[in-house]
């Protein structure tokens, strides 16, 4: 290592590489005017950190500064953070590669098959819209 006036130039061979981790978010959705059903919003997101514990710090000051207020249909809703639920490393980006996987047991395989495909054409034209407008 040398010092030049107050730069440090460090030999590449001493950085660490920084890795990509998948975190799990997990907020609570208050509703601030009633009793109403408990809400979780679970939130996959991408951390950039060269070690696991620090991906772990930047998921919660991440989820920290994420949360909100806002005004929905006239009613007051809060994004309270509760905290980092999972992490795991990438390891690559590829297409195809899998980067999360759960397993579900539902009590009627039929009523949660017509689910996902309800959500699925849902999310679909979600993202066509979300599309259109970008180009519009």
């Not at 030049?4 to 590489?17: D, F, R, Y």
């Not at 951390?47 to 991440?62: L, M, P, Q, R, T």
């Not at 980067?99 to 959500?119: F, G, T, V």
Request: hydrophobic share 45%; glycine share 6%.
């Amino acid at each position: 290592m040398r010092v030049l006036g107050s730069l440090i130039l460090v030999p590449a061979t001493n950085l660490q590489t920084m890795n990509w981790y998948l975190a799990k978010l997990v907020f609570q959705i208050l509703r601030k005017d009633s009793n109403g059903v408990p809400q979780f919003d679970e939130q996959l997101r991408l951390i950039h950190a060269d070690e696991v514990g620090w991906a772990v710090e930047k998921a919660w000051v991440v989820g920290w500064l994420e949360q909100i207020e806002v005004e929905q249909k006239g009613f007051l809703l809060e994004w309270r953070f509760v905290g980092v639920a999972d992490i795991c490393k990438v390891d690559a980006f590829e297409d195809g590669a899998q980067i999360s996987a759960s397993r579900i047991e539902p009590a009627d395989a039929h009523k949660y098959m017509e689910m996902l495909k309800c959500n699925s054409t849902k999310s679909l034209n979600l993202v066509r819209q979300t599309e259109n407008l970008r180009m519009s």
